[in-house]
């Protein structure tokens, strides 16, 4: 059974850091482009970053461009999301997926991980 699981959200102050994690376990992600997307309520999916698994290029979204850094250890199958410098407006139920090809379906999501950023 192909599971990613998210952790490492919570509540933190702005200008804070937070490092999310998305462990993938199932099947081989070899080749797979895995994302992160956010989501805030009545909104659709924002697209946050993304990498692929086995070569290591990364793509970020425009809120994340010089604050946020995906990197992965595929020994442990485990994505991270780095946080830096958060805002309020970073608030919002964060989830990572997975995808064969850039440009297509997401094939398998994780049940997302809240992050809180007061002011």
């Known amino acids: 059974q192909v599971q990613l699981v998210e952790s490492g959200g919570g509540l933190v102050q702005a200008g804070g850091s937070l490092r999310l994690s998305c462990a993938a376990s199932g099947r081989s992600f070899n080749n797979y482009f895995i994302n992160w997307y956010r989501q805030t309520a009545g909104k659709e999916h924002e697209f946050v970053a993304s990498i692929n698994f086995s070569g290591g290029g990364t793509g970020y979204g425009v809120s994340a461009k010089g604050r946020f850094t995906i990197s992965r250890d595929t020994t442990k199958s485990t994505i991270y999301l780095q946080m830096n410098d958060l805002k309020p407006e970073d608030t919002a139920v964060y989830y990572c997926?997975?995808?064969?090809?850039?440009?297509?379906?997401?094939?398998?999501w994780g049940q997302g991980t809240q992050v809180t950023v007061s002011s």
């Open positions: 997926s997975a995808k064969r090809y850039l440009g297509g379906v997401d094939d398998y």
